[in-house]
């Protein structure tokens, strides 16, 4: 059965198979202590630091193993805050973070602190300089990841290290969908990790803080891990993540031009073999694995459930996902179609053959779940009502959509269709439906029924 959703969770790498079952035996000891084991499991946690300090980029001092890349970016982010106090409150954020750095902003501006998020262009990008002029007096702060976990758009991470450089503000970067196919660039302050995220066991996160950067840990005091992560250190893990940290790195180069080749395929095939699907993401400055994609009239949740009895393991960023009603803040932030969302993550090693089966599998199951749903299949009409009103309270993503691609041809060129909808994905999937299809998104008016009224102009 395809795996396709290594931005998840990659799968475990058989060297850190190897590592982990051989440091069971040599590295269950406190590595604190002076007796024999302690100082076995000491070299050995001493070993895996300089292994992932070196693929880092930084000293073998600067970084500490942490429970999860989780743990890094909220101690990373409350560290630094709380080591520049005297600076100022402010964290600047991209609009596309990582749930754990929105969730650590969000605490941070309940406590009294401010928080600004920079916005991203179409492709999920931030501008460096619109990312410059958000670092104002009293910033203490900035985090950007270095390629986007949903989308796999990478981040100008040099461009926004050296506008901190300049502004003097430390710039944390999460790079746990980078990591493991190279070093982050530039001149970053602190850099936080996940090994699950390369083919390392979970549990294991990294946290770099470079060396001059005002860091002060926060919560209780503890010993361990220069007082950076407290508790005992899940050494077996560490040594398999450090291990498989190395290992993938050597084949990092050849493994990411094979993928990049498989991937640019579904992104030149998908289009073609599919009506109306809008690929996301940067075409170029993106991860080498992988591929997000939109299909409009789709239910997104259905659509990964028919994938997934096709034998293919993929994630979405859709709203219609039996956790949540509302797009995923990365698709919304980009403005794009969030319909029907496929994001496909090749681990290493994906045999060409198994992408080969998903493009002929995948126009089949689109247009089962359009035809449940009752999508309109093509433009048939030149209608003559001068304005409709449909009205779709009360049903959820794609419905509000297929409802206004259903009457679209029952008004004139020039006539307007207003959709009512409490949907809050239709704030973003009717305006990408306009683009998508030519016609003109007017704009969005409160409505007399609840909900919100949105107005679709027909020009073509």
């Known amino acids: ?90 964290l600047v954020v991209s609009a596309v973070e990582h749930s754990s750095v929105l969730h650590a902003g969000e605490a941070h501006a309940a406590a009294g602190g401010s928080l600004t998020e920079v916005p991203v262009d179409r492709s999920g990008a931030v501008d460096p300089s619109a990312f410059a002029a958000a670092l104002t007096e009293g910033t203490a702060l900035a985090c950007l990841q270095s390629a986007n976990h949903e989308v796999g758009t990478a981040q100008p991470v040099a461009e926004v290290a050296e506008a901190c450089r300049e502004a003097g503000v430390p710039l944390l970067v999460d790079a746990a969908q980078s990591l493991g196919w190279g070093p982050v660039e530039g001149g970053w302050s602190l850099l936080a990790a996940s090994a699950h995220k390369w083919g390392g066991p979970s549990g294991v996160g990294l946290l770099a803080v470079r060396k001059g950067v005002r860091f002060a840990p926060q919560g209780p005091a503890d010993e361990r891990e220069s007082g950076r992560a407290a508790g005992f250190e899940n050494l077996p893990a560490i040594v398999a993540a450090a291990a498989s940290l190395r290992a993938v790195r050597a084949e990092a180069a050849a493994e990411a031009t094979r993928l990049r080749g498989l991937v640019d395929r579904i992104r030149a095939r998908v289009p073609a073999l599919v009506p109306d699907v809008e690929v996301v993401g940067d075409p170029v400055r993106r991860l080498p694995h992988l591929v997000t994609f939109s299909c409009l009239y789709v239910d997104g949740e259905t659509l990964l459930h028919e994938l997934d009895r096709e034998g293919f393991s993929v994630s979405s960023g859709s709203s219609c996902t039996s956790s949540t009603l509302t797009p995923s803040h990365v698709l919304r932030a980009m403005g794009v179609l969030s319909e029907g969302n496929v994001r496909v993550s090749l681990p290493i090693g994906t045999p060409e053959a198994d992408v080969d089966r998903f493009l002929e599998v995948l126009p089949g199951v689109v247009a089962g779940v359009r035809e449940r749903l009752g999508a309109p299949e093509a433009v048939t009409s030149a209608g003559s009502a001068g304005s409709l009103v449909v009205d779709a309270l009360g049903k959820r993503c794609p419905i509000p959509v297929i409802e206004l691609a259903k009457v679209i041809d029952d008004v004139p060129v020039g006539g307007t269709v207003t959709v009512l909808a409490d949907d809050e994905a239709a704030r973003l999937d009717i305006p990408a439906w306009c683009e998508m299809r030519g016609q003109e998104y007017v704009g969005e008016e409160a409505s007399p029924k609840g909900g919100t009224a949105y107005v679709v102009r027909r020009v073509a």
């Open 1 to 90: 059965m395809p795996y396709f959703d290594a931005a998840s969770s990659a799968p475990l790498h058989p060297v850190a198979r190897q590592a982990l079952l051989a440091s069971l035996d040599e590295g269950w000891a406190d590595p604190a202590r002076l007796y024999r084991e302690g100082r076995r499991a000491r070299l050995l946690l001493d070993a895996a630091r300089e292994a992932a300090a070196e693929a880092v980029g930084c000293r073998p001092d600067e970084l500490v193993f942490t429970p999860s890349g989780t743990r890094a970016v909220h101690s990373g982010i409350s560290g630094a805050l709380a080591g520049r106090r005297r600076v100022g409150t402010r």
